[in-house]
């Protein structure tokens, strides 16, 4: 009697299959070739203790990295591409819905003293995109003083990793004076008033006057896509502070 049974080799029984759940991502897919605006994203196991808990992982900083790759199953790019905004609202669900949604912090009371509180992360409020990018999945703006017209893009966890190796290497020939924000800019800004050769862009930047800069960051903040992370931190007395999250190394070990 002839088979005809076939078994796909993809398959993996029901009770082996992890328990997923889509997320909606802060810039709604806009800022990305794919156009993917959620993507679905496991929940914790027992596995992934090993990863938060990697000694080698924790000392590289590069525990969230593998944490993504793992965790996020149908993103369509590199995790690294991601921008920082939609980075960190994947990891407050897999922090919320695997470790639970308290997490302590010292914060300053009414009488000026530091106190330990509880912050509850699922009131985190997700700020999404509002500005739509152009073609290019770029962004206009004037500079308010020099009045030059820029485009800019916002980076990505690649981008910030680049930037922080090579602030690296040249802390070491500028006797430690960091050159992270000269670089952020470069990299974020792709036009200057037409021009768009790197080479003659470094060089405008370089000599921009301050407040140019400054109004330029802080336009960067306010539409970028993430997480609002002004919170209120209920203190051990019973007292509502509000403060600003701060992610210290007790987030993924809530218990050390």
């Known amino acids: 009697m002839e088979n005809n049974s076939f078994i796909d080799p993809n398959y993996v029984p029901e009770e082996y299959k992890v328990p997923y759940d889509v997320i909606e991502l802060p810039s709604q897919g806009l800022l990305y070739k794919n156009k993917k605006s959620s993507v679905k994203v496991e929940y914790l196991t027992a596995y992934d203790e090993n990863i938060l808990t990697a000694p080698n992982l924790l000392n590289s ?21 991601l921008i920082s905004g939609d980075r960190m609202a994947i990891l407050l669900y897999l922090r919320t819905t695997g470790l639970g949604n308290e997490y302590q912090q010292m914060v300053f009371d009414s009488s000026g003293e530091m106190v330990p509180s509880t912050v509850d992360l699922t009131t985190i409020k997700t700020k999404n995109l509002t500005i739509k990018p152009d073609e290019n999945n770029e962004f206009d703006f004037e ?23 090579i602030d690296k290497k040249l802390m070491e020939k500028n006797n430690n004076i960091p050159s992270t924000n000269t670089l952020k800019l470069e990299r974020s800004i792709m036009e200057i008033d037409g021009e768009r050769d790197k080479m003659k862009i470094s060089h405008i930047l370089k000599n921009l006057k301050i407040m140019d800069v400054r109004k330029f960051n802080k336009h960067i903040t306010e539409i970028e896509p993430g997480l609002d992370l002004s919170v209120e931190a209920r203190t051990q007395g019973g007292e509502s502070v509000s403060t600003f999250l701060r992610i210290g190394r007790t987030f993924w070990n809530p218990e050390v």
């Open 61 to 81: 900083g590069k525990v969230l990295d593998v944490l993504l790759e793992r965790k996020v199953k149908d993103l369509g790019f590199d995790v690294k591409e």
């Open 143 to 165: 500079l308010p003083i020099s009045k030059k017209k820029v485009k800019f893009r916002l980076l990505t966890q690649r981008d910030e990793d680049d930037i922080e190796e």
